[in-house]
Structures are given as C-alpha cells and as structure tokens.
C-alpha cells in the first residue's frame, strides 16, 4: 500500500473574554443577586434559556443576558470558559469541546479540542502528537511517511510485519509500488526492479530456502529493519540499472555497425566492431573470476558453459558477414544481418546472465559479503574504458593450430608471440617433462620454437611464454577476427588501435605527408595518432585528444556534445534536467523537467532492430522528414561542426553549407531574401526522389540559402523542437544575463543527438556569414538579423503567439553570439558525471537523480547567490523540490 503522508494545519484558538454584551467571554460574571440599600430597586431579571425570573442565589451575565447558573450551560456548566454563536438570531452557548467539534476540529485520537498546529490525515484530524503508530509510539511529522490498513495507522516496521505481502525476488516487505503477478490462482507481488531481474535475468536476490522467518520474540531493532529493506530495493534498482546499461551499451555497438556497415563507412563500422569486443572482454574476464573464486570454495558449479562458445562463434560469423564490399551484396547482407543479430543479442544476454547467477551463487551459498556488488562494478568499468585502446591485441595468427600436433584449440593453451601449443603438448624436446600448468618453467628456441626445459636449455632461449584461459584464448581470437575484418573492409588496423608494448613493432609510424591527405565523404583524415573521428577519438590514449581541438581557443578540460556517446548524452540531459530547475522553478517543477528527458520504455533490442529495419521507416525523401529519419537514410560524417571529430548530418544541409562556402557570402540579403519560388520547388521535388541527386552548383547563395530555410521550416518537428519551445521561452523571461546564458546551455543539452550535431554545424556557419556583414559591400546579415530569420524556421510554437516569437528570435541569437561554448557540456553537468568513487555516472533511475539533485542543484544556486540573483529563502526552494519530486 502507498504511504500517505499528513498535513499539518493550525486551529482556531478562543478569544480571550471581554465586557458583558460582547460575543465570547472567558469567564461570565455572577452576583448573589442582592443590591446595596443606597441604590433604587432594579428591574427584575429573567434568564435567558428558560424565561424564569432570577430572585435569588448566583447567576450568569454574559453576552448582553441573564442566566441561571444551572442554565449556562453546554453539556455541563461554562461559566469559567464559554464560546457563544448565534444563528437565526438565537445565541447559543457552548463548551470547548463542543465548539470546535462544530467546526470540525475534534483530535480523533484523543477527543480533545485542537487549538494549535494539527495533522491532517485519512480525512481525520490529530494533534501533532498524537499521530502515532496503531503499535508503537512513533509519532509521524508533516511529509513523513505512514502506511494505512482498515482505518488504522502503522509505521513502515509494523506495517511490513503485519500487512506488507513479501517479495517474491528478494523476501522483503513491499510498502510501495509493486508488480502483482498470478500464477496457478496464487497472487505474489513484487518491487518493480526486483521482478525485471527475474523476467529479464531469471535471478531471485533471495533463495527459496532463505526466507524463513525470524524466531518470535526475537529482538529486533525497527530502524535496522527499515534500513535493511531499503537497501534491498536499492540494491535491486541498482543491479537493473547496470546490467541493462551494459546491455544496451553492446546493442548500441551492434546497430552503429549495421548502421555504418549499410552507408559503407568502413573504418566507423571496425570501430564499433573493437568497442563490442571491449564488451565481451569484460564480461569473460568476470566470468573468469567468478569461476577461480568457486573453485576456491570447491564449488562444482563453475560457469565452464557452452554459451561463451557459442557467443564467440556468433560473433565471428557476423563479422565475416560485414566483409561485403559491394553496394548490392551489402543490401543482401544486411537483411541477413539482422536476422543474426537477434541469435547474437539472445546468446548474449544468456552469457550475462551465468555471470549473473554465478555472482549471485557466491553471495547467496558460499556468502561471499559484496560478490554481486564486485561484478557489477566489473561491468561498469565498460564506460570508463571507452576512452581507452584495447588492453589485450595479439597478433593476426593467434588462432593458428597447436605447433606440436596441428590440431585446434578447445580449451586452455600456451602462447608465446605468434606461437601457440595445448597444455599438453608443452613438453620439453629433451626429456618430455610437461611444462603446461607452469610455463615459466620452460623456454622456447628462437630457431624452431622447440620447448625445452630451463636444465636443458638451447643454444638460442626465448622467455616468456604464458598460459591464456579458455576465456582468454576467446578474447583472442575475437581480435583475430577483428584484424581480418579490418583487412577484409581495408581498413589500416595499425592507425586505430596502438599496439601494446610488449608488441614493440607491430605498429608502424605513418608518414608526415599523411597528414595533409586530402579527405572526402568516404574518407576519414589521420594524422599521427588516428583518424579524426569521434569513434576513434573514444579508444585512443588520453593524451592524444589535444589534437582535436577545434579551431576556437579552448580547454583540454573542455567536454563538447558532439563527443558523447548515447548513453553519456543521455546521462547529460538528465543532470541537466536536474540543473534547470532552480532556474525555471518559477515556471516548471522538476517532474516535468524531467519529462522531457523520459522518453517510452521499450525493449533495448526490439528498439535496435527496429530501427536496422529499412521497410519500417515511415516517410522517404528529404523534406518533411523527422530528422532522425533522414539522418539514417542519408547521413553523412561531416566535419563542419563544432568542437573535435565529426558529427552526422543530412547530406542536403552538407552540400548546402560546402557550396555556400565555395560561392559569395557577401551576397546582400543571404538568408532574408526568397530567392525564385520555381526554381526552389523543382530542387525539393528532384531531392526529394533521390537524397544524392543535389547539384547546387549553378544556383546561387540566395537560392541555396532559400533552399537551406526551406528544409529547416518543413522539419515535422522544428529543429529546437516543440517540447523544449517553453523552455527556452522561459530562459529569456529571467532578469539576469549570466542567468539566461546558463539556462540556454542546459537547455541545449536536452536536445536530442542529431537536433545538436545539426545546430553546431548551423550555428558555425551562421557565424561565419556574419562575419561577411560589415563593409559597403557586405551583407547586412549581422548576428542579430540573422537570428531574426532564421527563429522561426527552428524554434516556433504551433499556435503562432507573438510573445513566443520574439523569446524564440533572443534564445537563437544568445545560441549564435555564444558558439562555442553553447555546444560544450557545462562544467557543473562536467562535475556531475563523476561518482564518488570516481566512476562515471550513467543514466539513472529517479531514485538515483534524487541523490545526485540536492549536490548539483547547490552548486546552481550557489551560482545564482554569487551572481546576486539566488533566492533568499533557500528553505523554502528546497521544500518546493522535494514535493514536486
């Protein structure tokens, strides 16, 4: 059941008492009813309640009559403290209690009149003291949280005692949102993320013979227990978050190489190819160490399946399949492609999931404290190494035959160079002694690669040989394939993946003049480190990256959007989603910031192939096409954008920016004027046949640049896009400019990946056309007309408020004045993708962005309190965050 939570409210407090003839009175006056002898007689006095003369004993003056003293009364006599009310012209005389029952503000559990703060909760009222545990005395303040059964209240320990059903994963009490699951008529509930790791990893937390209940009577601490079963669900949330990021992150891999593969671009596509060995690397590496800790415990159930095997076999036949060179046979491939991608992407998860389960086993039978916890961060550590070359690269014969028998390898072998033999077969030639569980032992002639022992050594030793595992020899030959791909697609493997150290050769320098090569669409420009792509960029050394810096001064430190992964860009729009609301809390609270990043949850797979699938694209063409579309039917790598590598654009907007850059930018009126409307509806209809068939070669820049606005206005979804319109509108309502600049940058982080490669391009070009503005013979298209035209092409609202125009021109113009900082990550979203621990933040589940919100939204308002525009009650901002969240 969903905890409620109470709301504290104060009560009306008495008036205090006041002359007779006044409406209340604390205290009523009475007399004996005798006068002194001096004073005249007076008239006789009647009681007010029951009509009968006054003539003796003591009685009641107050609100302008007389009263019995027995008459003054509600339930018993109020003359000490009375609370009048008249309705219809009668007054009425009541008690306290009575009283505020009539105003409904009765304690329900103690009876009592409520006349300070109070709870209000369940449709009753309590004082705030007395909103208690039906069991214990826990008394629950304004926000906390209370669970509710048949009228009666309970704390989160005793509810999950008495009520609270357990779940099935992890035997704890559900107290929130659950899954409600019926099998064979027995209804079994469970937490959300505990229940997606037993649909999607067919794993349990808790095993079955681990549930029995604690001894009665055995002492228990209520905060302990309420800890405890926090943790669980965080640890659940936690495990569903990483291996669905790994998950994801290795299909990711798998649709940029289809991707690439079908747009043949070669070297984008063996790229792809070594980031997903990076991922199985890791995942046989953890599988490998779960296995030496079971047979440590001497545990039979070591992970030595065939699933590892048959990933391997599937990874090579997909890779041979990308060899096609051709456009025809890559057509034909790609269908078949995609029909292998749901085996690979089954056996995958399978491999994921003995890891899984073995990590599990050592926790839950051998309980080996933080096993679970170890794997993942094993899995995790796939986001910082893809900023890293491959750490194991051997050389392109490692998958050769035994050197001694020529047979192939099943298992475990030892290698040395080039040269490899099963265990077995490592015998030294003199005395046969078998050196293959302790190569160290042995040596090798250089001459003839014959083994022999350190006693009989040959005229020529060689050291060093080692013992690879079976998942070692796996990761091995899938870099073998690697290298063969590459030969097959030809592409230099020598210039992407620097060799390692040991290997001192294998890799040749390229020549100086290399670097002044000229580059066209299919080809990518190197210079000594690599090429200049973002893919490449992300598996060199750190200390190569300062070659790719843009040709605006900036910092090494300085992160640019075009550099993001799928997944790091979208772990960005998230913090900055949590950044933006201090900001905006004026206008949006942060569940509909957060909106804007949520998006449908969908299978990760489903999604992949979906999006391979050529026959589900809705609309073909170039204009009108969501630009997500077009960018997969006719994208192109361009190097026009801002910050290092390339980003991915329509090849219309390319050619358009390539040709104009060739002609006069000077052209007076370049973007303000229409140019020839035939002229311009012949170009989209031919275009719009064929993507590739653009020749703009004899139209000139006022045509082009019609042409340009013309496909920015047919977008289906404006290039700033609808869901961000307010948001930037909102921007340019707040006073301060520092305050402005910042919300614009965060904002731009929200823009999905091909909506910013698109505007970084754009916007480089744009302030480049400027730049033509001054001068007699310049253009008179400054930043600020350009702005002017090119706002409602890009940012606009659907109904046409003329408010919203003029926000939407100031948001696009603080975007061109600032190029490029606008397309860098801000450096407190920098700050943000850092964990504690020093690893990478990776998109979150809302509970995680909780804890990332109070740190990040801090340093916002520290921001804001140094710019002397921060709220001044900073309590209460934090109040409104937290109910809106």
């Given at each position: 059941m969903?905890p409620a939570s109470?709301a ?10 006041v002359?007779p003839?006044s409406g209340t ?6 007399s004996?009813?005798?006068?002194a002898?001096?004073?005249p007689?007076r008239?006789?006095k ?5 009509g ?9 003056r107050?609100?302008g009559?007389h009263y019995?003293l ?7 006599i109020?003359?000490?403290k ?5 309705e ?16 409904d503000?009765?304690c329900?559990?103690c009876?009592l009149?409520?006349r ?6 369940l449709?009753k009222?309590y ?6 545990c ?5 008394a629950?303040?304004?926000h906390d949280s209370?669970y ?5 209240v309970?704390c989160g320990?005793?509810y999950?005692i008495?009520h609270a059903?357990?779940c099935g994963?992890?035997n ?5 949102n ?7 008529r ?7 993320p505990?229940y997606m790791?037993?649909?999607l ?5 808790c095993l079955?013979d681990?549930?029995?209940e604690?001894?009665?009577?055995a002492?228990?601490d209520p ?7 926090q ?5 659940a949330e936690?495990?569903?978050?990483v291996?669905s ?5 290795a299909a990711?891999?798998i649709?940029e190489?289809l991707l690439?593969f079908?747009n ?5 596509c063996?790229?792809q190819?070594?980031?997903?060995i990076?991922h ?12 030496r800790r ?10 030595q399946t ?6 391997v ?7 041979t399949n990308l060899?096609g060179h051709?456009t ?5 491939a790609?269908?078949g492609?995609i029909q ?10 399978k491999?994921i999931?003995?890891a ?9 039978i051998h309980?080996e404290?933080?096993?679970v916890n ?7 550590s ?10 194991r690269?051997?050389?392109n014969?490692s998958?050769?035959?035994?050197f ?5 390898f099943?298992d ?16 030294c030639?003199?005395?046969?002694t078998?050196?293959g569980?302790d190569p160290?032992?042995?040596?090798c002639?250089?001459a003839?690669?014959?083994v022999?022992?350190l ?11 080692e013992?690879l595992?079976?998942f070692?020899?796996f990761v091995?030959?899938?870099w ?9 697609l030809k592409?230099d493997?020598?210039q992407?993946l620097?060799?390692p150290p ?7 320098q390229?020549?100086?003049?290399d670097e002044?090569r000229?580059?066209?669409h ?6 000594e480190d690599g ?9 060199l050394?750190?200390?190569t990256?300062a070659?790719y810096?843009?040709q ?6 300085d ?5 993001l ?7 960005v729009?998230?913090?900055?989603s949590l ?6 809390d004026?206008y949006f609270?942060?569940?509909q ?6 998006g ?5 797979w489903s999604?992949?192939?979906?999006a391979?699938?050529p026959q589900r ?10 630009l997500?579309?077009l ?5 192109i790598?361009s ?7 390339s980003v991915?654009?329509p090849?219309?907007m390319?050619?358009c920016?390539?040709?104009?850059q060739?002609k ?7 973007f303000?004027?229409n ?5 311009l509806k012949e170009v989209c ?9 653009i020749d703009?070669?004899?139209?000139n820049?006022?045509q082009?640049?019609?042409l340009?606005k ?12 609808f869901?961000l ?13 520092a305050?402005r ?6 904002i731009?982080c ?5 909506n ?6 754009l ?12 001068g007699?013979n310049g253009?008179?298209m ?8 090119i706002a409602p092409n890009v940012?606009?609202s659907?109904?046409?408020n ?6 939407a ?5 603080m975007?061109?004045?600032?190029v490029?900082?606008?397309?860098k990550?801000p450096?407190?979203i ?6 504690e621990?020093?690893?990478d ?11 990332k919100?109070?740190?990040?939204s801090?340093k ?5 309190v140094?710019q002397?525009t ?10 409104d965050?937290?109910?809106d969240?």
């Amino acid at each position: 059941m969903d905890p409620a939570s109470g709301a504290a409210d104060a009560a009306p407090s008495p008036v205090p008492a006041v002359a007779p003839g006044s409406g209340t009175g604390r205290a009523a006056s009475a007399s004996n009813g005798t006068g002194a002898s001096h004073k005249p007689p007076r008239q006789p006095k009647v009681c007010t309640k029951c009509g009968k003369r006054i003539e003796g004993g003591q009685f009641v003056r107050a609100v302008g009559c007389h009263y019995h003293l027995e008459c003054f009364r509600c339930q018993a006599i109020v003359a000490d403290k009375f609370f009048p009310v008249t309705e219809d012209g009668v007054t009425r005389i009541y008690c306290e209690t009575d009283y505020f029952r009539r105003l409904d503000l009765i304690c329900a559990k103690c009876g009592l009149a409520l006349r300070g703060p109070y709870i209000n909760a369940l449709n009753k009222k309590y004082h705030m003291e007395h909103f208690t545990c039906s069991v214990c005395p826990t008394a629950f303040r304004q926000h906390d949280s209370y669970y509710e059964r048949d009228g009666q209240v309970f704390c989160g320990y005793h509810y999950s005692i008495f009520h609270a059903a357990k779940c099935g994963g992890c035997n704890t009490a559900v107290l929130k949102n659950f899954v409600e699951i019926n099998k064979d008529r027995v209804a079994k509930q469970w937490h959300p993320p505990c229940y997606m790791i037993f649909k999607l990893w067919n794993a349990q937390l808790c095993l079955p013979d681990q549930r029995g209940e604690e001894a009665p009577g055995a002492p228990r601490d209520p905060e302990a227990e309420v800890h405890k079963q926090q943790v669980m669900v965080e640890w659940a949330e936690r495990i569903l978050q990483v291996l669905s990021a790994f998950e994801e992150s290795a299909a990711a891999c798998i649709s940029e190489m289809l991707l690439h593969f079908s747009n043949e671009n070669n070297l984008q596509c063996v790229l792809q190819a070594a980031r997903f060995i990076q991922h199985v690397d890791i995942l046989f590496s953890t599988i490998e160490s779960i296995n030496r800790r079971l047979i440590a415990l001497n545990d039979n159930s070591t992970l030595q399946t065939k699933e590892p095997k048959q990933l391997v076999k599937k990874i090579f036949y997909f890779f041979t399949n990308l060899s096609g060179h051709e456009t025809l046979v890559r057509q034909r491939a790609t269908l078949g492609l995609i029909q292998q991608v749901t085996s690979l992407a089954h056996t995958l998860k399978k491999v994921i999931r003995t890891a899984f389960a073995g990590s599990l086993r050592l926790e839950q039978i051998h309980m080996e404290k933080d096993a679970v916890n170890r794997f993942l961060t094993e899995l995790s550590s796939i986001h910082a190494r893809q900023g890293e070359h491959p750490t194991r690269l051997y050389p392109n014969n490692s998958d050769a035959p035994c050197f001694v028998c020529n047979q192939p390898f099943d298992d475990e072998c030892i290698r040395l160079d080039a040269v490899q033999w099963h265990t077995h077969c490592f015998n030294c030639v003199k005395c046969g002694t078998n050196h293959g569980s302790d190569p160290a032992q042995a040596c090798c002639s250089r001459a003839d690669s014959s083994v022999y022992c350190l006693t009989h050594p040959p005229a020529d030793p060689v050291v060093g040989a080692e013992r690879l595992s079976r998942f070692q020899r796996f990761v091995s030959l899938l870099w073998c394939t690697w290298s063969r791909l590459c030969l097959w697609l030809k592409i230099d493997e020598k210039q992407l993946l620097p060799a390692p150290p040991e290997l001192e050769g294998y890799r040749d320098q390229t020549s100086s003049d290399d670097e002044n090569r000229p580059a066209d669409h299919d080809e990518e420009f190197f210079d000594e480190d690599g090429p200049y792509t973002p893919a490449a960029r992300s598996i060199l050394p750190e200390k190569t990256k300062a070659h790719y810096n843009w040709q605006a001064a900036t910092n090494d430190s300085d992160v640019f959007l075009s550099e993001l992964s799928g997944l790091q860009l979208l772990a960005v729009r998230q913090l900055a989603s949590l950044a933006l609301h201090p900001l905006l809390d004026k206008y949006f609270n942060l569940n509909q910031l957060l909106e804007v990043v949520d998006g449908p949850k969908t299978s990760v797979w489903s999604k992949m192939v979906g999006a391979m699938r050529p026959q589900r694209r809705r609309q073909r063409g170039t204009f009108g096409v969501p630009l997500d579309d077009l960018v997969e039917q006719a994208g192109i790598e361009s190097e026009l954008g801002v910050g290092p590598g390339s980003v991915r654009i329509p090849l219309i907007m390319d050619h358009c920016v390539r040709t104009l850059q060739i002609k006069d930018l000077s052209t007076e009126g370049i973007f303000r004027k229409n140019g020839n409307i035939r002229r311009l509806k012949e170009v989209c209809e031919r275009i719009n046949k064929d993507p590739k068939d653009i020749d703009l070669s004899d139209d000139n820049p006022i045509q082009i640049a019609a042409l340009m606005k013309k496909f920015l206005r047919d977008m289906p979804d404006p290039l700033l896009t609808f869901k961000l319109r307010d948001l930037f509108a909102a921007s340019q309502k707040l006073e301060n400019e520092a305050d402005r600049l910042l919300t614009v940058r965060l904002i731009c982080c929200l823009l999905p990946k091909p909506n910013i490669e698109l505007l970084s391009v754009l916007a480089r070009f744009f302030r480049e056309v400027a730049s033509y503005s001054e001068g007699e013979n310049g253009n008179k298209m400054h930043i600020e007309n350009i702005a002017t035209v090119i706002a409602p092409n890009v940012l606009y609202s659907k109904n046409g408020n003329p408010e919203d125009s003029v926000y939407a021109v100031r948001a696009f113009r603080m975007i061109l004045e600032n190029v490029p900082d606008i397309f860098k990550v801000p450096s407190i979203i920098v700050e943000g993708l850092k964990e504690e621990d020093g690893t990478d933040f990776n998109p979150s589940s809302k509970y995680e962005l909780k804890k990332k919100y109070e740190d990040l939204s801090n340093k916002v308002r520290n921001l804001l309190v140094n710019q002397g525009t921060g709220p001044e009650n900073e309590l209460a901002m934090v109040a409104d965050i937290e109910k809106d969240s």
